[in-house]
């Protein structure tokens, strides 16, 4: 993929490189139960090209995981758990420093690790009622420095009656911080630095109410979104990402 942006200071040209490989595998253990389980590669690189000063920034990122997840149904409830990982190597390399077009090491070669373990639970055995609650469980260590995260999730669905259906939704995330992220524009030096030391989390509350028949469908809803550790990105004599 290529792309141009062009301003009367500089064109800047962004090229994209990926490249992927998956291998799965299913097995029905018996009539209720069945594991899925898949191995994979990938391969993305960045390089931006700036014409004014005539130097580039190059950005790679080269992984490896592997997924396993076990289903068991019963006729009211369903359960769903399982593990995944994903390694990544990054390697930043930057064409500008202290006003001379050279390539560099611009941030420390990392090897980032995420590990997580999942469950989902599904209860339907009351009638115009469905239950969902499940959880991840996530530790990162690399970019973050054995970081754990619990994201809990919550639903709860009742059919009012016909064509009229009333949720309440609570998810729960995290958003991993960059690796590059400090840019001094004095005298044309530049300094990489980590990231912010904590993911960004959020906690989003939804109450909605639907209403649907086989020619209109309407959804109103209220919600509450809860930010923590936000990440700013600041322009103040450079670039740089911290919490708030």
Known sequence: FNNFNYDNA???EANYYRSWLEVGHKKDLDDQTQLKSR???NDYETNYFH?????????????????????YNE?????????????NFLDFLSGFSGGRAEQ?????????RQT???????????SNWQ?????????????????????PRVGIVYEIKDNWTAKYLFNS??????????????????????GADDPQKFNVHDLQLRFENETTSFTTTLFYVEVKDMILFVFSGGVRFDNA
């Open 131 to 151: 239950f969902n609650l499940g959880g991840r469980l996530l530790f990162s260590d690399g970019v973050l420095n054995g970081e754990l995260n619990l994201m």
């Open 10 to 12: 500089q064109r800047t």
């Open 104 to 112: 560099f090491e611009g941030a420390p070669n990392t090897f980032d």
């Open 75 to 87: 006729e009211n409830y369903h359960l769903t758990g399982g593990l995944y990982f994903e390694g």
């Open 116 to 126: 997580a373990l999942f469950g989902d639970w599904v209860y339907t055995g009351i």
């Open 39 to 41: 191995i994979f590669y």
């Open 51 to 71: 014409t004014r000063q005539q130097y580039d920034d190059t950005f790679r990122m080269r992984g490896f995981g592997a997924e396993t997840i076990a289903y």
């Open 173 to 194: 995330s995290v958003v991993q911080p960059n690796l590059t992220t400090s840019t001094d524009g004095e005298g044309g030096t530049t300094t990489f630095l980590n």
